[in-house]
């Protein structure tokens, strides 16, 4: 988007089709399951009256999910309004009446563009269009436009373009050049590097190509995993809702200095470090994309070779943001996508970051029920932790340093050789040592290591 900024009217709709208190739609059930871990086979009369498990998000904290979305697309936000109806109007989605008088503000305070906080079908887009006389952006576009202007890796950039052309093709008939070519606004940004044409046959190649990219991506990924996985060094993924801080907390834990930013999808392609954990053993750690709710499914399908990261780790950091209410909520929205991924049985570790922003007696006694509910639980609580300040980093590192299994760690009692000085380094860089003797010639050590560490050394062993 070019400067100066586009100005954007937000229209949010909370659709009432059960009295005041208003109905469950499939996603919230479906989030309230997985927070609960409700089983499938419930019947759905008896969800639709269960009360709430968790919180859910309302119309006005949608819509401020939608401004933080606008402002990480690059908008100036001109003006918002919230339309309460009883259902959706199938030709418009908020009714014609309503679409005039928001046309009268939104030309008053000279918006470029309407957008919606709602998927609209090719068709409710081209009828609001003529009613507005102004370009009309739904969510899943907007979430595509900022993937489009945060991808810098190639197979990021392939990723986008994909989601982009499948999103494209059903609004084909009726759209203009416009849809076909690289712009400047919200939405225009044309799926990836050529221009293209408004027809199917090209559009379609287009796709296969892309996708024949990303399957050379999805070879190359597997080979370097599999030299990965032919050492026993284990991954760690980094998950959670946008914005929740898994950046900086990748950054404290890797010092990577991978971008981390307040705005929505900062991180888009992903990164892998390597972090040494208390017991001296590395494992790498991965930096993924954020989800979000009503994640457009085309995105998941397009970054299937990104979240391939996800479903191989052998541990799932799950990181909330302890400071939102709607954190419970949206972890069940992190559910969602995961069982999506087919990741939901994954060994998990929930962190709650951000403490720093919690009142301070709140945040330590957190700290301090979680650790009594870990010994408790043997293990199992969450941990909180605040990456910005470096709280409770030590203790998260320690909670994965026992919750991974490859190259298992071992006490043993050694008696190596005073000139076998690489050996005795090694040990020295590589394992914890609990005590040291010199005696005729050799070390006597007590150490802790990992079993490939122990492979190296066996010959000094002692029983």
């Known amino acids: 988007m070019e400067d100066p900024r586009e100005r954007a009217f937000l229209v949010g709709i909370d659709v009432r089709t059960r009295g005041r208190g208003g109905a469950l739609t499939a996603q919230a059930q479906a989030a309230r399951d997985a927070a609960s871990g409700s089983e499938s086979a419930r019947s759905t009369a008896s969800a639709r009256t269960a009360k709430p498990s968790v919180p859910e998000f309302d119309a006005e904290e949608s819509l401020a999910e939608l401004r933080s979305l606008a402002e990480s697309a690059g908008a100036e936000i001109a003006g918002e309004i919230l339309q309460h109806r009883d259902r959706f109007d199938p030709a418009t989605l908020i009714g014609s009446g309503k679409l005039e008088e928001i046309a009268g503000t939104a030309a008053s305070v000279s918006a470029d563009l309407l957008l919606f906080d709602h998927d609209l079908s090719p068709s409710q887009q081209r009828n609001i269009e003529k009613i507005v006389h102004r370009r009309v952006i739904d969510r899943t576009q907007l979430i595509l436009d900022i993937f489009a202007r945060h991808a810098r890796t190639r197979e990021g950039q392939l990723q986008v373009e994909l989601a982009q052309l499948q999103y494209l093709l059903p609004r084909l008939a009726g759209r203009g050049i416009e849809m076909s070519q690289l712009g400047g606004g919200i939405g225009t940004r044309g799926p990836g590097e050529t221009q293209l044409e408004t027809d199917r046959r090209r559009i379609y190649r287009r796709i296969r190509h892309v996708e024949q990219q990303l399957e050379n991506v999805r070879r190359i990924r597997s080979q370097q995993r599999q030299r990965r996985e032919s050492v026993p060094v284990a991954t760690v993924a980094l998950v959670g809702y946008t914005n929740a801080g898994k950046s900086t907390l990748f950054n404290a834990l890797t010092r990577a200095g991978v971008l981390s930013s307040p705005k929505m999808f900062a991180t888009l392609d992903p990164t892998i470090r390597a972090v040494t954990l208390p017991s001296k053993r590395k494992v790498l750690l991965s930096d993924t994309v954020?989800?979000?709710?009503?994640?457009?499914?085309?995105?998941?399908?397009?970054?299937?070779?990104?979240?391939?990261?996800?479903?191989?780790?052998?541990?799932?950091?799950?990181?909330?943001?302890?400071?939102?209410?709607?954190?419970?909520?949206?972890?069940?929205?992190?559910?969602?996508?995961?069982?999506?991924?087919?990741?939901?049985?994954?060994?998990?570790?929930?962190?709650?970051?951000?403490?720093?922003?919690?009142?301070?007696?709140?945040?330590?006694?957190?700290?301090?029920?979680?650790?009594?509910?870990?010994?408790?639980?043997?293990?199992?609580?969450?941990?909180?932790?605040?990456?910005?300040?470096?709280?409770?980093?030590?203790?998260?590192?320690?909670?994965?340093?026992?919750?991974?299994?490859?190259?298992?760690?071992?006490?043993?009692?050694?008696?190596?050789?005073?000139?076998?000085?690489?050996?005795?380094?090694?040990?020295?860089?590589?394992?914890?040592?609990?005590?040291?003797?010199?005696?005729?010639?050799?070390v006597e050590l007590e150490v802790e290591a990992p079993e490939s560490v122990v492979r190296r050394i066996r010959e000094w062993v002692v029983a």
């Not at 939901?344 to 979680?370: C, F, H, I, T, W």
């Not at 941990?383 to 340093?401: K, N, Q």
């Not at 050694?414 to 040990?427: H, I, W």
């Open 290 to 442: 954020g989800f979000i709710r009503n994640l457009p499914h085309t995105l998941v399908s397009a970054f299937r070779a990104t979240l391939e990261e996800v479903q191989r780790a052998s541990l799932i950091l799950h990181v909330s943001d302890a400071s939102s209410r709607l954190s419970a909520e949206q972890d069940a929205q992190v559910e969602l996508v995961l069982k999506e991924l087919e990741a939901g049985k994954k060994p998990r570790l929930r962190v709650m970051n951000k403490v720093d922003l919690l009142d301070e007696e709140v945040a330590q006694k957190l700290m301090n029920d979680a650790r009594r509910e870990e010994a408790h639980r043997n293990g199992s609580a969450p941990i909180y932790v605040s990456a910005v300040e470096g709280t409770g980093l030590d203790h998260l590192l320690a909670r994965i340093d026992a919750m991974i299994g490859e190259d298992r760690i071992s006490r043993v009692h050694v008696r190596v050789p005073q000139k076998e000085g690489k050996a005795l380094a090694m040990l020295e860089a590589k394992a914890r040592i609990y005590s040291r003797a010199y005696r005729d010639g050799a």
